[in-house]
């Protein structure tokens, strides 16, 4: 069962465009919703997270928009640069430490010069 | 830096081997989670520890893979007669824990991985 979708698969931007990335959820009981960067041949590291009892996150140039209702979040990326080329992956917890994360399919994003 | 450490970074294995995946989590972090990423895909969970006790191992795939934490500091995921679907890059993650009256944003940080090939 797929409980965290990722849109879209790939992404190509221009340096200083904005980068969006969507995640649909499907389990009401979710209650962390962290973004994670991976590069080729590292792990994931945290980018940003969000707890669903604020709509909005801006860390920089990251900003992740939380809509409960809908259940749906995303990535929003201003100004980006060639360095942010990366795969992005939206996951999502239930409780506190000792939950797993639940990722989703992942987005390679690719920033043009 | 002391992050979380894996190795060895790739190994090779032929169909039926057993193999061991050794994870060095960060110092004084009790929780560690092992997930497993098949190629562009995202990683998916296997089991989880809280110091050396394995509190969920309900994502393992098979009794073929085994894991331990025998003094809740190093872990090792053990994958006996392996097959060519092992094929993947195995994360280890470690997290503080969660405390009582503590933050409930327990962040894991992951290692670089163990791509495991089997032939």
């Known amino acids: 069962q797929q409980q965290v979708k990722q849109s879209p698969q790939s992404l190509i931007v221009q340096k200083g465009g904005i980068s969006i990335i969507n995640c649909a959820y499907e389990?009401?009981?979710?209650?962390?919703f962290p973004w994670y960067q991976q590069f080729p041949g590292k792990g994931p590291a945290l980018l940003i997270a969000i707890r669903p009892d604020v709509s909005e996150k801006k860390e920089g140039r990251f900003t992740i928009s939380f809509n409960k209702s809908a259940k749906q979040f995303s990535l929003h990326i201003m100004d980006s640069q060639p360095g942010d080329s990366a795969t992005y992956f939206c996951a999502a917890r239930r409780g506190p430490s000792g939950s797993r994360l639940t990722f989703g399919e992942g987005t390679q994003l690719t920033v043009n010069p | 830096g002391a992050g979380v450490s894996q190795s060895p970074r790739y190994k090779v294995a032929k169909r039926g081997q057993d193999v061991a995946l050794r994870c060095d989590p960060i110092?004084?972090?009790?929780?560690l989670f092992w997930y497993q990423q098949a190629l562009g895909q995202g990683p998916e969970f296997l089991t989880y520890f809280q110091n050396e006790a394995q509190l969920d191992k309900s994502g393992l795939p098979s009794d073929r893979f085994f894991a331990e934490r025998p003094e809740g500091s190093v872990s090792t995921l053990k994958i006996q007669r392996t097959q060519k679907e092992d094929s993947a890059v195995y994360l280890c993650a470690s997290s503080l824990g969660y405390k009582r009256g503590g933050p409930r944003t327990d962040t894991q940080y992951f290692g670089p991985g163990t791509r495991l090939t089997v032939l």
């Open positions: 110092s004084g972090h009790v929780s």
């Open positions: 389990n009401t009981a979710f209650d962390y």
